[in-house]
């Protein structure tokens, strides 16, 4: 395995004695404590474990990593599916110095040498993913009913999921669950149980969302040895089943409540519809069996969109976790997409995600480098958006996140300060991964009342291509595309209307850095870019070099120097346009005033307020 | 007959969708969205039309209805036979021209889009060209045109709502449309094209060559959609049987093998979905939990194939559907929801017969699901990869 590989798939080395006093500290932290254990050690999760001061490999586990795997590895030996089972004592075990024959297990697994347990058991590995999840989302444009449903989805991925495994076995069964997935490893026989009481668990709750859960069985032995192979044929299940199951079209559950991190949701006081035949109001597909009251009335809605609604009325979910992380609240509580408006009314979707992840995922050889590599992922995407968004935006700071989780990132922020947020996160992902993994992003901007199902379609279509770039010009760094979409101009998503665009994150930086500084020079201004990209459009290209000397004699030679510097070409020969390199496909010009404009009005703002 | 459909104008066709302001047209014409755009061009051109008229069929009360009135001017009325014939002709999907479906088996690699697909039926899942002969794939959907994975050109337009009853901007909403506007487009020449091609049965040549000008699909009335009719040929070609069944059987084999099947007495073969069919799968609102092979065996009865055969493996993508019936009358124009079974959905099936029965009893199929006469539901065998 790769020396990038390992730095990616387990946490960075750290000296024997550091480690030894990290776990002292916090073996004295866990002494009196009795089931917060597992909760302790969520801070440990980028800190390697080392069981002896010799251990060699270079491939290390977390400390969280191997407690959990150590409480998993004993629970599935010797406890039973209902049965109580005392995991503190195992937490407490795992920290003492005796050595047992799970540790020696854990340690040549994570060493990538072969491990094998004296005493084998079946086991069965579940694997459960909803997917789809953005259709589930984008049922109607409306910003409460998507967060609603984004909630919908965490909550089942997250706390659902955990709920089930703490009643039935316990807690530390799942190996990761996030970002619509869910790996668990229960003891065997419990697997074909397990599958449908989670599928129907998750359609109870929400209805549409799709489910799959599948499992595999085998023994320890088999499954950490052979770990890939197993996880490739588990994955080939789930696949067929994705594509072979049908969803009814107007389900419903007899479900009163959901209590989303404490949060009573209750169901039952929704108003009724009596007549039959209505159409949902909020999905346009579904029979309507309720009322739902929204800023535009009362609407028919169906029992999916009706809970979608009611879940949707609180506070969008992020915002807690933008707190943990940044140590501070978003200036702004966002009630609708005009609240995230900038001084010129335009919002930006971002939709980004993680190059290469399946490379990576292949390249994984035990359960361990899966725990920590998933976690690693979803940690820094987190870290790298909530960052960007406070860097740019300081204390202005306002956005709505859709998704955020795993390597997904779906989130819209102001017009004006989605390029600049857009590169801190690529940066940020970048860097965290040692350029081994990196991030395209797709951005879309529009008029705030531009519906969000489209800037989703735009944003998608330039993420697609942001990665095309990323593939294949071989860069070293995550790649973007963007597009503006204006009223009553006609685009064409099958080709870039942009002369700078897609473009990587080195040249974005660049771009932006330039344009600060032009912000930054007196003389310039917004109305004279538009001027001249007004003129480029209309005049003959010889035309609008005349009109261009003209102008530039007049006002101030620093637009020809900054535009010169973000294109790349000598600032004495530049007369206004550039040269097009493909001149022989069509105009021996293009103009440069398209893309000058657009970065001008999505660079450097963030210091507006709502109005 | 083969049709052609040469667009003037960018359509709409589908996905609308009154809440959200955001109508994406689909990137091939159903059967009755062209029967829909035939019957307004009958109207439009009928001596006795009464937008008023209500007639009622199969007990459901409807206006705009076409049907042959036998009246006075009719006997000298250009479209007669048409008006005659509506109700029966057959008409296919339209696709744009040299296009085909893409079976939902196929992968391509995901490195480089020009090392070709895999198809999983009868290959492993890796691309053979990239370096080292193990290149990641990934599923693919849509169209194919040269062997390559193909997609129309859509334009985005964003408008002001307008408020149908006043005429005036409604507050401040915009609405997106994004519409088909190109086949084929030449970055070079700057040549567009915006034809689509289908079948269209019951009709002559002379019969549909009547049509100057149709109007299809949404937006028809600020001039969407806008485009010419000519007939490509007459005559349909009937494949060879033997060949099929040589098809069949080398498809047979390569599945065996590709699956590590080693059993002579049993045969599988495929078939594809060459546009959406909407099936009855007989549950509307239970959620319960099924088997994956219980939900094989509910595909079965879905299509309604009443042979001895087994639903091996499906490849499908399923969605619900609600469309509009704009010739209800009322308020309400929507029609049930169905399932839709997407085009390019593949199913693998299992038997001890002989493939010449197998051929007997497909061959004799209009098509599966509902809506037949509109093209949907149409199938044809799928032997493996780009074919
Ligand atoms: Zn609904
Ligand atoms: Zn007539
Ligand atoms: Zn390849």
């Given at each position: 395995?790769?020396?990038?590989?390992?730095?990616?798939?387990s946490?960075?080395?750290i000296?024997?004695?550091?480690?030894k006093?990290?776990?002292?500290?916090?073996?004295g932290?866990?002494?009196d404590?009795?089931?917060?254990?597992?909760a302790?050690?969520?801070?440990?999760?980028d800190?390697?474990?080392?069981?002896?001061?010799?251990?060699?490999g270079g491939c290390?586990?977390?400390?969280r990593?191997?407690?959990?795997?150590?409480?998993?590895?004993?629970?599935?030996l010797?406890?039973?599916?209902?049965?109580?089972f005392?995991?503190?004592?195992?937490?407490?075990q795992?920290f003492?110095?005796?050595?047992?024959?799970?540790?020696?297990?854990?340690?040549?697994?994570?060493?990538q040498?072969p491990?094998?347990?004296e005493?084998?058991?079946q086991?069965?590995?579940?694997?459960?993913?909803?997917?789809?999840?953005?259709?589930?989302?984008?049922?109607?444009?409306?910003?409460?009913?998507?967060?609603g449903?984004?909630?919908i989805?965490?909550?089942m991925?997250?706390?659902?999921?955990?709920?089930?495994l703490?009643?039935r076995y316990?807690e530390e069964?799942?190996?990761?669950?996030?970002?619509?997935?869910?790996?668990?490893?229960?003891?065997?026989g419990q697997g074909?149980?397990a599958?449908?009481?989670l599928?129907?668990?998750?359609a109870k709750?929400?209805?549409?969302?799709?489910?799959?859960?599948?499992?595999?069985s085998?023994?320890?032995?088999?499954?950490?040895?052979?770990?890939?192979?197993?996880?490739?044929?588990?994955?080939?299940?789930?696949?067929?089943r994705?594509?072979t199951?049908?969803?009814?079209?107007?389900?419903?559950?007899?479900?009163?409540e959901?209590v989303?991190d404490?949060?009573?949701?209750d169901?039952?006081?929704?108003?009724?519809?009596?007549?039959?035949?209505e159409?949902?109001r909020?999905?346009?597909?579904?029979?309507?069996?309720?009322?739902?009251?929204?800023?535009?009335?009362?609407m028919?809605a169906?029992?999916?969109?009706?809970r979608?609604?009611?879940?949707?009325?609180?506070?969008?979910?992020?915002?807690?976790?933008?707190?943990r992380?940044?140590?501070?609240?978003?200036k702004?509580d966002?009630?609708?997409?005009?609240?995230?408006k900038?001084?010129?009314?335009?919002?930006?979707?971002?939709?980004?995600?993680?190059?290469?992840?399946?490379?990576?995922?292949?390249?994984?050889?035990?359960?361990?480098?899966?725990?920590?590599?998933?976690r690693?992922?979803d940690?820094?995407t987190?870290?790298?958006?909530?960052?960007?968004i406070h860097?740019?935006m300081?204390d202005?700071?306002?956005?709505?996140?859709?998704?955020?989780?795993g390597?997904d990132v779906?989130?819209i922020?102001p017009g004006?300060?989605s390029l600049e947020?857009?590169?801190?996160i690529?940066?940020?992902f970048?860097?965290s991964?040692?350029y081994?993994?990196?991030?395209?992003?797709?951005i879309?901007?529009?008029?705030?009342?531009?519906?969000?199902?489209?800037?989703?379609?735009?944003?998608?279509?330039k993420l697609k291509?942001a990665k095309?770039?990323?593939r294949?010009?071989?860069?070293?760094y995550?790649?973007?595309?963007v597009?503006?979409?204006?009223s009553?101009?006609?685009?064409?998503l099958?080709?870039?209307?942009?002369?700078?665009?897609p473009t990587d994150s080195l040249?974005?930086?660049k771009?932006?850095n330039v344009?600060?500084?032009?912000?930054?020079?007196k003389?310039?201004?917004?109305?004279?870019?538009?001027k001249?990209?007004?003129a480029a459009r209309?005049?003959?290209?010889?035309?609008?070099?005349?009109?261009?000397?003209?102008?530039?004699a007049?006002?101030?030679?620093?637009?020809?120097?900054?535009?010169?510097?973000i294109?790349?070409?000598?600032?004495?020969?530049?007369?206004?346009?550039i040269?097009?390199?493909?001149?022989?496909?069509?105009k021996?010009?293009?103009?440069?005033?398209?893309d000058i404009?657009?970065?001008?009005?999505?660079?450097g703002g963030?210091?507006?307020?709502?109005? | 007959?083969?049709?052609?459909?040469?667009f003037?104008s960018p359509?709409?066709?589908?996905?609308i969708?009154?809440v959200?302001?955001?109508?994406?047209?689909?990137?091939?014409?159903?059967?009755?969205?062209?029967?829909?755009?035939?019957?307004?061009?009958?109207l439009?051109?009928?001596?006795y039309?009464?937008?008023?008229?209500?007639v009622?069929?199969?007990?459901?009360?409807?206006?705009?209805?076409?049907?042959?009135?036998?009246?006075?001017?009719?006997?000298?009325?250009?479209?007669?036979?048409?008006?005659?014939?509506l109700?029966d002709?057959r008409?296919s999907?339209?696709?744009?021209?040299?296009t085909?479906?893409?079976?939902?088996t196929?992968?391509?690699c995901?490195m480089?889009?020009?090392?070709?697909?895999?198809?999983?039926?009868?290959?492993?899942p890796?691309?053979?060209k990239c370096?080292?002969?193990?290149?990641?794939v990934?599923?693919?959907s849509?169209?194919l045109?040269?062997?390559?994975?193909?997609?129309?050109?859509?334009?985005?337009?964003?408008r002001?709502?307008?408020n149908?009853?006043t005429?005036?901007?409604?507050?401040g909403?915009?609405?997106?449309?994004?519409?088909v506007s190109a086949t084929l487009q030449?970055?070079?020449?700057?040549?567009?094209?915006?034809v689509?091609?289908?079948?269209?049965?019951?009709?002559?040549p002379?019969?549909?060559?009547i049509i100057?000008?149709?109007?299809i699909g949404?937006?028809t009335?600020?001039?969407?959609?806008?485009c010419?009719?000519?007939?490509?040929?007459?005559?349909?070609?009937?494949?060879?049987?033997?060949?099929?069944?040589?098809?069949?059987?080398?498809f047979?084999?390569q599945?065996k093998?590709?699956?590590?099947?080693?059993?002579?007495g049993?045969?599988?073969f495929?078939?594809?979905?060459?546009?959406?069919a909407?099936?009855d799968?007989g549950?509307?609102?239970?959620n319960?939990?099924?088997?994956?092979?219980?939900?094989k065996?509910?595909?079965?009865?879905?299509?309604?194939?009443?042979?001895?055969?087994?639903?091996?493996?499906?490849?499908a993508?399923?969605?619900?559907?609600?469309?509009?019936d704009?010739s209800?009358v009322?308020?309400?124009?929507r029609?049930?929801?169905?399932h839709?079974?997407?085009k390019?959905?593949?199913?693998v099936?299992?038997?001890?017969?002989?493939?010449?029965?197998?051929?007997d009893?497909?061959?004799?199929?209009?098509?599966f699901?509902?809506?037949?006469?509109?093209?949907?539901?149409?199938f044809d065998?799928?032997?493996?990869?780009?074919?």
């Amino acid at each position: 395995m790769s020396q990038g590989l390992i730095n990616i798939l387990s946490p960075k080395p750290i000296s024997f004695s550091e480690f030894k006093k990290l776990k002292e500290e916090f073996k004295g932290k866990i002494k009196d404590a009795d089931s917060g254990i597992k909760a302790l050690l969520e801070d440990y999760w980028d800190v390697p474990y080392y069981f002896s001061d010799d251990q060699d490999g270079g491939c290390w586990s977390s400390v969280r990593d191997a407690a959990h795997l150590y409480v998993l590895l004993n629970y599935l030996l010797y406890g039973r599916p209902g049965m109580p089972f005392d995991t503190t004592k195992f937490y407490r075990q795992f920290f003492e110095d005796s050595h047992d024959n799970i540790k020696e297990f854990i340690v040549n697994i994570a060493a990538q040498k072969p491990a094998k347990l004296e005493r084998d058991v079946q086991v069965d590995l579940v694997l459960g993913s909803i997917y789809k999840i953005k259709k589930y989302f984008l049922e109607n444009n409306r910003i409460k009913d998507i967060r609603g449903a984004s909630t919908i989805i965490k909550y089942m991925n997250e706390e659902l999921t955990r709920q089930f495994l703490s009643q039935r076995y316990i807690e530390e069964c799942a190996l990761y669950c996030g970002g619509g997935n869910v790996l668990m490893l229960l003891p065997g026989g419990q697997g074909s149980e397990a599958c449908r009481q989670l599928e129907e668990c998750f359609a109870k709750v929400s209805l549409t969302a799709k489910v799959a859960f599948e499992f595999i069985s085998c023994t320890i032995n088999e499954l950490f040895n052979d770990y890939s192979q197993k996880m490739r044929a588990l994955h080939e299940r789930i696949e067929e089943r994705k594509k072979t199951k049908v969803y009814p079209i107007n389900p419903d559950s007899d479900l009163e409540e959901i209590v989303i991190d404490g949060k009573k949701i209750d169901f039952t006081c929704v108003e009724r519809i009596n007549s039959r035949g209505e159409v949902c109001r909020l999905c346009s597909v579904r029979d309507a069996k309720y009322i739902v009251i929204t800023p535009e009335g009362r609407m028919a809605a169906c029992p999916s969109c009706m809970r979608k609604n009611m879940v949707g009325k609180d506070k969008a979910i992020f915002y807690e976790e933008y707190q943990r992380v940044i140590g501070r609240s978003p200036k702004w509580d966002v009630a609708s997409i005009s609240d995230l408006k900038d001084s010129h009314g335009h919002v930006a979707v971002i939709y980004a995600d993680g190059n290469n992840m399946g490379n990576v995922v292949m390249n994984i050889r035990n359960p361990l480098q899966n725990m920590y590599f998933s976690r690693k992922v979803d940690y820094t995407t987190k870290r790298c958006v909530y960052s960007a968004i406070h860097k740019v935006m300081r204390d202005h700071a306002r956005f709505e996140a859709i998704a955020l989780g795993g390597d997904d990132v779906f989130i819209i922020v102001p017009g004006d300060v989605s390029l600049e947020i857009v590169n801190e996160i690529i940066e940020g992902f970048d860097r965290s991964f040692n350029y081994e993994l990196t991030m395209s992003a797709g951005i879309c901007i529009a008029k705030h009342n531009t519906p969000l199902q489209s800037m989703f379609q735009v944003a998608q279509a330039k993420l697609k291509s942001a990665k095309a770039l990323a593939r294949e010009s071989g860069v070293k760094y995550g790649t973007v595309d963007v597009e503006v979409i204006e009223s009553n101009i006609s685009v064409d998503l099958s080709t870039s209307r942009w002369a700078l665009f897609p473009t990587d994150s080195l040249k974005l930086s660049k771009f932006i850095n330039v344009i600060k500084r032009m912000k930054d020079t007196k003389g310039i201004n917004r109305s004279q870019l538009y001027k001249f990209r007004h003129a480029a459009r209309e005049l003959k290209p010889y035309e609008f070099q005349l009109f261009y000397a003209y102008q530039t004699a007049r006002l101030s030679q620093d637009y020809s120097t900054f535009v010169a510097e973000i294109f790349g070409v000598d600032p004495r020969r530049f007369s206004g346009l550039i040269e097009n390199p493909n001149a022989h496909k069509g105009k021996p010009f293009v103009s440069p005033w398209e893309d000058i404009v657009m970065l001008w009005d999505c660079v450097g703002g963030g210091e507006d307020s709502v109005s | 007959m083969k049709v052609r459909l040469n667009f003037i104008s960018p359509f709409v066709v589908g996905g609308i969708k009154l809440v959200s302001n955001y109508i994406e047209s689909i990137d091939y014409i159903p059967g009755n969205v062209i029967r829909a755009a035939l019957a307004r061009y009958i109207l439009n051109n009928c001596h006795y039309y009464d937008p008023d008229e209500v007639v009622t069929i199969d007990g459901i009360q409807k206006k705009n209805w076409v049907y042959f009135k036998d009246k006075p001017r009719c006997s000298d009325c250009k479209l007669q036979t048409l008006c005659q014939k509506l109700g029966d002709i057959r008409i296919s999907f339209f696709y744009p021209k040299d296009t085909m479906v893409i079976p939902s088996t196929l992968m391509m690699c995901k490195m480089d889009p020009h090392h070709g697909f895999v198809d999983r039926l009868i290959q492993q899942p890796r691309c053979a060209k990239c370096e080292g002969g193990r290149g990641r794939v990934e599923f693919v959907s849509g169209l194919l045109k040269d062997g390559k994975k193909y997609n129309v050109v859509k334009s985005f337009v964003t408008r002001t709502a307008i408020n149908r009853y006043t005429g005036t901007a409604k507050d401040g909403s915009l609405y997106s449309l994004l519409a088909v506007s190109a086949t084929l487009q030449d970055q070079n020449t700057g040549y567009e094209e915006n034809v689509f091609e289908g079948q269209i049965l019951g009709l002559t040549p002379q019969e549909l060559s009547i049509i100057d000008e149709l109007r299809i699909g949404k937006y028809t009335s600020v001039g969407l959609g806008r485009c010419n009719v000519t007939v490509m040929d007459e005559k349909m070609d009937t494949p060879d049987v033997s060949k099929v069944i040589q098809s069949l059987k080398e498809f047979d084999a390569q599945y065996k093998r590709n699956n590590g099947i080693n059993d002579d007495g049993c045969r599988y073969f495929a078939i594809k979905f060459i546009s959406d069919a909407k099936l009855d799968f007989g549950f509307a609102d239970v959620n319960e939990y099924m088997s994956t092979d219980q939900y094989k065996a509910v595909w079965l009865k879905a299509l309604g194939i009443n042979l001895d055969v087994q639903v091996e493996k499906v490849y499908a993508e399923v969605f619900n559907f609600r469309g509009y019936d704009t010739s209800k009358v009322g308020e309400d124009k929507r029609e049930q929801p169905v399932h839709m079974v997407e085009k390019g959905s593949v199913i693998v099936f299992k038997t001890h017969l002989a493939f010449d029965k197998v051929i007997d009893y497909f061959g004799s199929l209009e098509g599966f699901g509902q809506d037949t006469d509109n093209g949907f539901g149409k199938f044809d065998y799928h032997f493996g990869g780009v074919c």
